[in-house]
């Protein structure tokens, strides 16, 4: 385990794959109402941007189910674990973390997707994403509070866990940032409280 401080630049990779214009959640919403954008077609929005998402590979998918299968175990009550769902930022992102813990059951969100308050962890997993997942994702996240967020990073078989979110706009990001490599294990920590650790081996295998 390693920690280091979090870089404060905050270059948006993500630009070159998104769309001629800029919407707002509203927008967004009504083109998939619309079935302009259908269900499972692989774009979100990051900052009323709307952003074509990176393809995903065998390393990504699996190093995504043993992760998720963790966490779900480890939920406490009054916290459930969604995978590659949306989560609605007043920023005006929608982004799909590859796994959120966030407050509630499997009822709690039918009519709308989590907000800030509601969340306790976000998690992407990275593998040609790295660099808009650490630090345009980490930026968005970090500007709307989210007080924990993983980057899976794949390539190098490490789990990097940032906290202490602060800053506005492009300047926010994590004050802190914590490396775990190969024979670590990760704690788990909703509302300041560890609830459980995931192993770094099991994650990569």
Do not use: C
Request: no cysteine; hydrophobic share 40%; aromatic share 8%.
């Amino acid at each position: 385990m390693s920690t280091t401080p979090a870089p404060t630049t905050r270059p948006r990779h993500y630009l070159a794959r998104a769309a001629f214009r800029k919407f707002t959640l509203a927008e967004y919403h009504k083109m998939i109402a619309d079935g302009v954008l259908q269900d499972g077609e692989p774009y979100e929005l990051l900052e009323g941007n709307l952003v074509l998402k990176m393809s995903r590979g065998s390393p990504h998918d699996s190093a995504l189910q043993a992760l998720f299968k963790r966490l779900l175990r480890l939920a406490p009550p009054g916290w459930d674990a969604r995978g590659q769902m949306a989560i609605t930022l007043p920023t005006g992102s929608e982004p799909e973390p590859d796994v959120a813990l966030v407050r509630g059951d499997e009822n709690t969100f039918r009519k709308r997707h989590p907000g800030p308050s509601e969340i306790g962890l976000v998690v992407e997993v990275s593998d040609s994403s790295l660099l808009v997942d650490r630090d345009d994702k980490g930026s968005i996240y970090a500007e709307n509070g989210i007080p924990v967020y993983w980057v899976v990073n794949v390539p190098d078989r490490v789990i990097e866990v940032y906290t202490q979110p602060t800053g506005l706009g492009t300047a926010a990001a994590y004050a802190q940032r914590t490396d775990y490599a190969a024979g670590a294990s990760v704690p788990v920590v909703l509302d300041g409280t560890i609830v459980g650790s995931v192993a770094v081996n099991a994650v990569f295998g």
